[in-house]
């Protein structure tokens, strides 16, 4: 079944000749593309000027529209007449596939949205992940902090192994100290 749509009326069945609506709306953007140009206008400017000095300056059997130029205006307002229903044709057909584009944009926009506010949110879900997660500098400071509190306590430290996990206690680009010597208790 087909969808009834609130913008076009509602099909009526018709008697007469049957023609192809999307022939003859591609016909009527045809023409009124062509009006629209300034091709056209030089054209029907140069016939309204051919036609006015055929009609003037011609001797009088060889004229064929007077001065009113009765025939000359006759031409041109049914040139007009059909110009304006073929214009607003082409203007009808042109407002239809905006609307199609319209709603296509449309949809592309809320997908796009939804999508954006999909990674705003995991963006911020990793965000919450890694303020949770130890640094590298965090751990050493720990365990410096640890490693301290052991020496206090009077614990035994392998000299060898600093608090970063690193063979003597040197830190990177440092030259690795001598081991001290250390005194047991008794």
Do not use: C
């Not at 130890?134 to 400071?141: E, H, N, Y």
């Amino acid at each position: 079944m087909t969808e009834s749509r609130l913008d076009q009326p509602k099909g009526t069945r018709r008697s007469g000749p049957r023609y192809d609506t999307e022939a003859f709306g591609r016909f009527a953007e045809t023409i009124a593309r062509f009006i629209g140009t300034a091709r056209f206008l030089v054209l029907q400017t140069g016939i309204v000027i051919a036609w006015i000095s055929w009609n003037v300056a011609l001797p009088g059997p060889l004229r064929f529209d007077e001065f009113p130029f009765i025939f000359l205006t006759l031409a041109l307002s049914l040139q007009a007449a059909y110009a304006a229903p073929l214009i607003l044709l082409a203007q009808n057909r042109q407002t239809d596939r905006d609307r199609v584009n319209l709603d296509e944009d449309r949809n592309r926009s809320e997908r796009t949205r939804a999508d954006i506010e999909y990674l705003a949110r995991e963006l911020a879900s990793v965000r919450i992940a890694l303020g949770e997660v130890a640094t590298r500098d965090f751990i050493r400071s720990e365990l410096e902090h640890h490693v301290e509190l052991l020496r206090k306590e009077g614990e035994p430290v392998r000299p060898d192994v600093d608090a970063g996990g690193r063979v003597g206690n040197a830190r990177p680009g440092q030259k690795a100290a001598t081991p001290k010597a250390t005194t047991s208790r008794s």
